[in-house]
């Protein structure tokens, strides 16, 4: 059973705050890890996708990296603001096909 | 807004009656993924299916089937309801069949069934 899992569960932080969160993901059969931000009473809102061993994405203040050899990738966010509170969601694609396999999430709460 | 509408938003069913929850995907886009996010649990996929064919089965029960139509809308049909497939459902799209791009959820519809 192909599993992914994300740390920590959930995160407080301050308004400012740099943090970060790791996705670890099986690291054989790799094809992409997305990474999606989820606010509540919304929809998942794709961030990153990644393919190669190696990568590294960034928008704004969200960035990411991504290792297939061992099989993690971590997403950082730099500065953190309240309207960053969100769940954010790692999602592993195993072949070629657009199925993913979604972690639980890391729910985020900045305070102002 | 993704872009991706999915009818109707909210459904509360008796247990085995059979539903039919709808997804238009974005202009331009040939795959739609369905999922489902039951309390506690992760978002599971269920189905993909790109340009009218099935592409990907995940872990969709016997009772829910699925389509995707000339015009590439698709329907999820869940039959033979049962309490615990009280959850939300989410569509999504994607323009190619691969898991390399990204993909483009829809706002959900909460099935309620009691």
């Known amino acids: 059973i192909l599993n992914v899992e994300q740390s920590p569960q959930s995160l407080h932080v301050q308004e400012g705050d740099s943090t970060n969160f790791t996705c670890s993901f099986p690291s054989s059969n790799f094809y992409a890890l997305h990474w999606y931000r989820w606010e509540t009473a919304k929809s998942p809102e794709a961030l990153f996708v990644m393919t190669l061993n190696g990568d590294e994405k960034k928008k704004g203040r969200i960035s990411a990296t991504l290792n297939t050899k061992e099989g993690y990738s971590y997403l950082y966010i730099k500065g953190s603001q309240p309207e960053d509170s969100a769940t954010y969601l790692c999602a592993f694609g195993p072949g070629s096909q657009g199925n993913l396999i979604f972690g639980k999430g890391t729910k985020l709460s900045v305070k102002p | ?114």
């Open chain 2, 1 to 114: 807004d993704s872009g991706v509408t999915q009818t109707p938003k909210h459904l509360i069913t008796a247990t085995g009656q059979r539903v039919t929850l709808r997804c238009s995907p974005r202009s331009g886009d040939l795959s739609v993924y369905w999922y489902q996010q039951s309390l506690d649990q992760g978002l599971q996929f269920l189905i993909q299916y790109y340009n009218g064919e099935e592409r990907a089965k995940g872990n969709i029960l016997e009772r829910f089937s699925a389509q995707q139509f000339p015009d590439l809308h698709s329907e999820l049909n869940l039959s033979s309801l049962e309490l615990g497939d009280s959850a939300l459902y989410f569509c999504a799209s994607s323009v190619g069949a691969s898991g390399s791009k990204e993909q483009y959820f829809g706002p959900g519809t909460r099935l309620t069934v009691t």
